[in-house]
């Protein structure tokens, strides 16, 4: 079996954490969620360069379209049918359905509005290497992790619908050359990830009971926020300190 990338904790204290204190610990991981990120900080405050924006939509539509690969992974490790049936719909929200174009397809549709062509996001001509390598780190966890580790690590989508909040208050003005059309991915999953929120934490704190486990969740939990913040970190060093990957080797000749 593949060894994870999350670390056991050596855990001392054999009680357990209350259920309302385990969810205390859980939620207490926002302080590190990349909303933090100075990028972060930057693009929703006081704005960044289109192209900085650019960057940030179309590496981050590789993440957009690694999400249901990743959430296929999670059910495939699921034995139970219940659980499978809440958590398909994950796959749905993003990949699309009758009726409903998907949350993929709005991401291009925001990556129109900011200026980039549909060919260019969808061929990844723009994904960063340390995006590509974090993002992929993030999948095959989920493929090798099991069903309750992997619903574990979704719960940075407790911190999400903030987020998404703030772009569509803040952007509007921030960049008004961005197209409205645009803001539908925001707006739709602000009531997707409340449901998906509340699916993921009530697995996580039936299955991790003791403190050790406990303890163990968290570390999971830290290792998606990780994912998110090393993503910002690449396009930090690429579009704000203007050093893109490899920037100081000599240019091959053509």
């Not at 309750?148 to 003005?173: G, M, V, Y």
């Amino acid at each position: 079996m593949v060894q994870l990338a999350v670390p056991r904790p050596r855990v001392t204290a054999t009680e357990a954490w209350s259920r309302a204190e385990f969810e205390r610990r859980l939620r207490d991981k926002e302080r590190f969620y990349h909303i933090h990120h100075p990028f972060h900080v930057a693009m929703n405050s006081t704005g960044v360069a289109r192209e900085a924006v650019r960057g940030w939509v179309a590496n981050r539509f590789y993440y957009q379209t690694a999400i249901p690969i990743k959430d296929a992974a999670v059910m495939a490790n699921c034995r139970d049918r219940n659980a499978r049936r809440l958590w398909i719909t994950r796959i749905l929200d993003h990949d699309g359905a009758d009726g409903d174009e998907g949350g993929i397809e709005a991401w291009l549709q925001l990556a129109s509005a900011v200026g980039l062509s549909r060919t260019e996001v969808e061929n990844e001509e723009h994904v960063l290497p340390g995006v590509r390598f974090a993002v992929d780190a993030y999948v095959n966890f989920a493929r090798n992790a099991t069903f309750e580790e992997a619903a574990c690590s979704s719960l940075t989508e407790l911190f999400a619908p903030t987020i998404h909040q703030k772009r569509l208050d803040n952007w509007p003005e921030i960049y008004p050359w961005i197209e409205a059309d645009g803001y539908r991915y925001f707006r739709k999953r602000l009531s997707e990830a409340r449901r998906d929120v509340e699916h993921g934490l009530t697995v996580t704190l039936d299955h991790f009971k003791t403190r050790a486990e406990q303890e163990y969740a968290l570390n999971i939990l830290q290792f998606k926020l990780n994912v998110l913040w090393t993503m910002l970190d690449a396009m930090w060093m690429a579009y704000i300190e203007m050093k893109p990957p490899f920037f100081s080797c000599a240019k091959a000749n053509d």
